[in-house]
């Protein structure tokens, strides 16, 4: 079976759980992973060695002794040209098959469709709209065409062009699978006539279950995530900020890079937090620093799937979260695992983070049933809902052999 990626050596979400998920899948299938844009020589998530990588673009910019180097580096061109990653991307045309993405370019449009037809494997799954759109259209004859998408429906049908584009994608496909049962709905009453089998299979967990659930005696709140305005850790400080007089032994660490870091720090020192919120940047050890906390917090505006959830529940963390379109409804049960919120009640989810800091009991309590909920969720339990929709494609797992 053959995965495409945006960017097979990209660092978010999509690779993330597409990698992790083909690393499993490898132990029955011949795998290969085909991403359109090479821009790293390394990837940034460990692809097993059996799976074949190849790309479809290499925008790498040559350096002045004629190897390859990151973009980030800047770089000249086989003439001499300096080429910067800005300078690459401001060259490039809109795709003529999927111009609504800017991953794709009218540069990239053949090479893609030329690559998708050498493909040799049983599946294709394409894991982003603009990706099902070339699956539907141009994968060989004979060849089981499935998608992904790791967004929600709310976003992806936003406005008129983006739900075309999310129609005529899923129609040209055998399978759909979206993250949730929530869009598995919505699309199915948005193409009720659609040929395609729509039916939904949640990313799974990146690393084993915990045997026992944490301890949750740390006075510490934990958040995860890209420092992006989607994540919208700014209402997450401010939901914060009246616990740090009123809680003062308790500290919020927030974990991840991106380009909202400096608006986070301006903000916390507006509110004059700093001494118990900090920005955590980069951690390579997230199940430990989960384990040493007391409660998860997740403040984003919109989720396809929120892996950060998942990975708090498979060390017993209780959760407060948003209900944001869409994902923690179908993983948080409200007063069970956690607390789910009205989506943008600052004041609600500040009780929230109360209630839970006042009781060590409750924390407990709510943890243990985090734990247990996380075994739906482990990669053997989604591996096996994967090959049930492979083998109604009529491909069934074997030994891999290479």
Avoid at 138 to 148: L, R
């Amino acid at each position: 079976m053959t995965f495409l990626l945006p960017r097979a050596d990209g660092r978010d979400g999509v690779p993330r759980t597409v990698i992790n998920l083909a690393n499993h899948l490898v132990d029955g299938f011949d795998v290969e992973i085909i991403g359109l844009l090479r821009g790293s020589t390394e990837p940034a998530f460990e692809i097993d060695p059996r799976i074949m990588v190849r790309h479809v673009m290499d925008v790498r910019p040559f350096g002045p002794d004629g190897g390859r180097r990151n973009l980030s580096e800047g770089g000249v061109d086989e003439h001499g040209n300096a080429v910067t990653r800005k300078l690459l991307f401001e060259r490039q045309q809109p795709s003529e098959v999927a111009p609504l993405d800017p991953r794709h370019w009218a540069s990239s449009d053949q090479p893609l469709i030329e690559t998708l037809r050498s493909v040799r494997s049983d599946v294709v799954v394409g894991t982003t709209p603009a990706l099902n759109l070339f699956v539907g259209s141009y994968a060989p004859s004979g060849v089981a065409k499935v998608g992904q998408d790791h967004m929600n429906f709310v976003w992806r049908t936003r406005d008129h062009d983006e739900r075309a584009m999310m129609c005529r994608g899923i129609q040209g496909l055998d399978v759909f699978v979206p993250l949730t049962m929530g869009d598995q709905r919505d699309y199915q009453a948005l193409l009720p006539d659609a040929t395609t089998w729509i039916t939904a299979i949640p990313n799974a967990l990146s690393w084993p279950i915990a045997d026992r659930a944490a301890p949750v005696v740390d006075k510490v709140v934990v958040a995860a995530g890209r420092l992006e305005e989607q994540k919208a850790f700014d209402r997450l400080i401010t939901a914060y900020a009246p616990l740090v007089a009123s809680r003062p032994a308790w500290r919020l660490d927030i974990y991840g890079s991106g380009s909202e870091m400096p608006k986070l720090r301006r903000l916390i020192k507006q509110l004059g937090v700093g001494r118990r919120v900090t920005l955590r940047g980069h951690s390579q050890q997230m199940p430990a620093v989960l384990r040493g906390s007391a409660i998860f917090a997740m403040s984003s505006e919109r989720e396809g799937f929120p892996m950060v959830l998942l990975e708090a529940m498979s060390v017993g963390l209780p959760m407060v979260a948003y209900d944001c379109p869409r994902g923690p409804a179908e993983v948080l049960r409200d007063g069970v695992n956690g607390r789910l919120i009205p989506d943008g009640d600052d004041a609600a989810f500040t009780a929230a983070l109360t209630e839970l800091m006042d009781s060590v009991e409750l924390r407990q309590q709510m943890g243990a049933a985090a734990l247990a909920d996380a075994a739906a969720y482990s990669m053997p339990h989604i591996v096996t809902r994967w090959e049930a929709v492979f083998a109604r494609l009529g491909v069934h797992p074997e030994p891999a052999v290479r």
